[in-house]
Every structure is written in C-alpha cells, then in structure tokens.
C-alpha cells in the first residue's frame, strides 16, 4: 500500500496504522456485519461519534441495516442481555458493534460481557456476534471478541507518560486521534464494499480513501478558510457547532476537543440544538457541516443566527447551495458518492476538521498561552 505524505505528523500515523490493518480481520468483521440483521453500535465519547457516522451510512445505503444506538428510545430493553434476543427476533441475527481504543471503555464492556453471558447459556452463537474495534486485543473487549464474534485490531498513538508541550500536537495528535481516524477510515471501506457486496475491495477502497483524504487534509489546512477560521476561534467569543445526523456528529467531535482550549481563555463551545444551548450574540461564531447545504433546519439556525450578528463558516459537500450563500466563508469536499451508496463526505470533513484545535492551540502559544496535555489526558478520561 502506497502511503503519502501529510506535513501533519499525526496523519502520516493515521495512515501508517491503516497500512498495517490485517485485512483478514477485517474481512471477517465485514463478513458479521454483511450477515446481521441488526447492527447495536456501542462506543463512548467521540468512538462513538466516529461510530454513529459509519453506521448512519450503513443505515441509509441501499440495502442497509437496522441500527440501533444503545440509548435509543427505541431500545427494547434496559439491559443488553434483555435486549438482544427480542432484536434477534425482529430482525435477524444481531452485531454488537463496538469502537474502543483501549479495549475497556465501561459501558461497551458492561454490554458485551452480558451479551456474551446470555450466548453462553442460550447456545446461541450463530444469532449474535460481538464485533470489536480495538488497539488492544488483548484487552477485555478484545477478548470477548475474538471468542464471540471479531476483534480487528487497528494501532493507536503510544501515550507518553511525560508532560508534553503543545508545540508537539501537531506531530502526535491529541491521545485518541489517531486511533479514532484510523478506525473510521477502515469502517467507512468496509461499509463501501458491504455496499457493492465485495469484500475483496476493502483494501483498494482504503487506499483511494487514503490518497482523497490527504488531498483534503492539505488543501484544507493551507486554505484561507482555515486561517479565518483559527483567527476567529482565538477570539473571545462564543462558539457554536452545527449539523444533523453524521453532520451533528462530526460538530460535536470538533465540539469536545475545541472546548476546553475555548474554555482557556474564557469562552464556551456548544453544539446547536441542544437543551443547554444558549442564544448566540454579535460576533458569535458558528461552524456548520452539511454535505447537501440545503437541510432545512441546519438553514434556520444559520438564517437567524446570521440577522443576529453572527459569523457563519460552513464545510458542504456542494457547491452554489443554501448553506454557502448564507455562510460569510465556505470550504468545499468533493465527493463522488452514487445515490444509495455510503456517502464519505463526513468521514472526510472529520479528517479536515481535525487539526482545528491543534493549529488554535499553537496560536494561544504564540499569544503567551500554553496548555499542556495534562489537561486534555484528564478531559478526555472522563469523556472517552
């Protein structure tokens, strides 16, 4: 495999980690997921963000699965044991589907170890497959895995005990970066060839992925889009975060990781159309992902936001929409998706987006302000 080179450091890491995938792993979790009926998804924090965008593509694309997110209203049981066999019933065999970088986020764990109870004493294997992500198949989600269903193991950034400055960020990423991007690139090829129903594909499908993502990743950091972008956020100012469906999920990916360098100086981040969500005021800043530019709710929001004095900057997989016209400044992803088919579009805004906190980060440290990753390795402990 054919590996480019990003003057982010941290991507030529994502990448290397793809390169190294064993594809027979990850044959066999496109064989589960191809199989089941109803795919569970489970992950914490943004794992699970990154999850809910491949799923939602999953569910969408023609001939695509029941998903189900464990919180869903919809949910037939408190309890996964509880859970899984009124599913089996109503829709087939059933994947737990679980992301998970150290192999012991608490809820995915608590799931699967119940699912895997109930499998054992139903004698049930052939209706339910727990199906892992992980950097650590050793791990006890690891394990569970590869004796109940999959375990594809895809390398994470080896976390250094010792305080590091920002000025490295850029080189290492933020602790689960690296394994969060090199897990949805794989998932979104796998969803891809579960599409055309060729696993042999998946390997190709991750290069082309690869070399379209690198492209992006460079045009989009070298742009002036992102130079206003980071002055804005280096501001004092509100910031907010917009999008529905797998664009609500990359927002709020940007979201997490933005706020507490945000909450440095002062200010507050937060994701449009959520309960806590304040009014925005002259001079707020809102971020707004959308492929289409034309949903009609993320267009109010920037409609209003805009007669309020706000500053909209939007990242659309179209040109001459809504959402463009209505934005003071616009970047552009082109995709090539068929309709039907499992859109990239979001995957790749998350890959560019990415290093968004990190260049906001080197600017404070321009202005005198360094934070070191101490807090960020405690904010993400208790977020995922």
């Given at each position: 495999?054919?590996?480019?080179?990003?003057?982010?450091?941290?991507?030529?890491?994502?990448?290397?980690?793809?390169?190294?995938?064993?594809?027979?792993?990850?044959?066999?979790l496109?064989?589960?997921?191809?199989?089941?009926g109803?795919?569970?998804?489970?992950?914490?924090?943004?794992?699970?963000?990154a999850?809910s965008?491949?799923c939602?593509?999953i569910?969408?694309?023609?001939?695509?699965?029941?998903?189900f997110?464990?919180?869903?209203?919809?949910?037939?049981?408190?309890?996964?044991d509880?859970?899984a066999?009124?599913?089996?019933?109503?829709?087939g065999?059933?994947?737990l589907?679980?992301?998970?970088?150290?192999?012991?986020?608490?809820?995915?764990?608590?799931?699967?170890?119940?699912?895997?109870l109930?499998?054992?004493?139903?004698?049930r294997?052939?209706?339910?497959?727990i199906?892992?992500?992980?950097?650590?198949?050793n791990?006890p989600?690891?394990?569970?895995?590869?004796?109940?269903?999959?375990?594809?193991?895809?390398?994470g950034?080896?976390?250094?005990?010792d305080?590091?400055?920002?000025?490295?960020?850029k080189?290492?990423?933020i602790?689960?970066?690296?394994?969060?991007?090199?897990a949805?690139?794989?998932?979104?090829?796998?969803a891809?060839?579960?599409?055309?129903?060729?696993p042999?594909?998946?390997?190709d499908?991750?290069q082309?992925?690869?070399?379209?993502?690198?492209?992006?990743i460079?045009?989009?950091v070298?742009?002036?889009?992102?130079?206003?972008?980071v002055?804005l956020?280096?501001r004092r100012?509100?910031?907010?975060?917009?999008?529905?469906?797998?664009?609500?999920?990359?927002?709020?990916?940007?979201?997490?990781?933005?706020?507490?360098?945000?909450?440095a100086?002062?200010d507050?981040?937060?994701?449009?159309?959520?309960?806590?969500?304040p009014?925005?005021?002259?001079?707020?800043?809102?971020l707004v992902?959308?492929?289409?530019?034309?949903t009609?709710i993320?267009?109010?929001?920037?409609?209003?936001?805009?007669?309020l004095g706000?500053?909209i900057l939007?990242?659309v997989g179209?040109?001459n929409?809504?959402?463009?016209?209505l934005?003071?400044?616009?970047?552009?992803?082109?995709?090539?998706?068929?309709p039907?088919?499992?859109?990239?579009?979001y995957?790749?805004?998350a890959?560019?987006?990415?290093?968004?906190?990190i260049?906001?980060?080197?600017?404070?440290q321009?202005?005198?302000?360094?934070l070191p990753?101490?807090?960020l390795?405690w904010?993400?402990?208790?977020?995922?």
């Amino acid at each position: 495999m054919l590996i480019p080179k990003s003057t982010i450091g941290y991507m030529n890491q994502v990448f290397e980690n793809v390169a190294e995938v064993n594809w027979d792993e990850a044959a066999s979790l496109y064989s589960s997921l191809k199989a089941a009926g109803v795919i569970v998804m489970n992950g914490e924090g943004r794992s699970k963000g990154a999850l809910s965008i491949i799923c939602s593509e999953i569910a969408k694309m023609r001939g695509g699965k029941v998903i189900f997110d464990r919180g869903d209203v919809g949910f037939p049981d408190r309890e996964m044991d509880g859970a899984a066999p009124i599913l089996r019933d109503r829709y087939g065999q059933l994947s737990l589907l679980v992301l998970s970088g150290s192999g012991r986020s608490l809820v995915p764990l608590v799931d699967a170890q119940k699912l895997a109870l109930y499998i054992t004493k139903a004698g049930r294997r052939r209706d339910f497959s727990i199906d892992v992500v992980t950097s650590d198949p050793n791990s006890p989600l690891g394990r569970l895995g590869r004796e109940f269903g999959t375990c594809m193991t895809i390398k994470g950034r080896e976390i250094d005990e010792d305080a590091i400055d920002t000025s490295t960020f850029k080189s290492v990423g933020i602790l689960e970066d690296v394994f969060i991007l090199s897990a949805s690139l794989v998932l979104q090829a796998i969803a891809e060839s579960m599409y055309t129903g060729r696993p042999s594909e998946i390997r190709d499908r991750v290069q082309r992925l690869i070399n379209e993502t690198n492209g992006i990743i460079e045009s989009f950091v070298g742009s002036d889009f992102m130079r206003t972008l980071v002055e804005l956020l280096e501001r004092r100012n509100l910031c907010f975060f917009a999008g529905l469906g797998s664009g609500r999920e990359v927002s709020r990916m940007i979201a997490v990781r933005l706020g507490h360098v945000k909450r440095a100086i002062g200010d507050q981040v937060y994701v449009a159309g959520e309960s806590s969500t304040p009014p925005p005021r002259a001079g707020d800043l809102l971020l707004v992902i959308s492929h289409s530019g034309e949903t009609e709710i993320v267009v109010s929001w920037c409609r209003n936001f805009k007669k309020l004095g706000g500053t909209i900057l939007s990242v659309v997989g179209r040109s001459n929409t809504t959402l463009e016209s209505l934005s003071d400044y616009a970047f552009r992803i082109q995709t090539n998706a068929e309709p039907g088919a499992p859109n990239d579009f979001y995957i790749k805004a998350a890959f560019a987006t990415s290093p968004v906190p990190i260049f906001v980060v080197e600017r404070l440290q321009e202005r005198g302000l360094k934070l070191p990753e101490y807090i960020l390795r405690w904010y993400h402990s208790i977020t995922g």
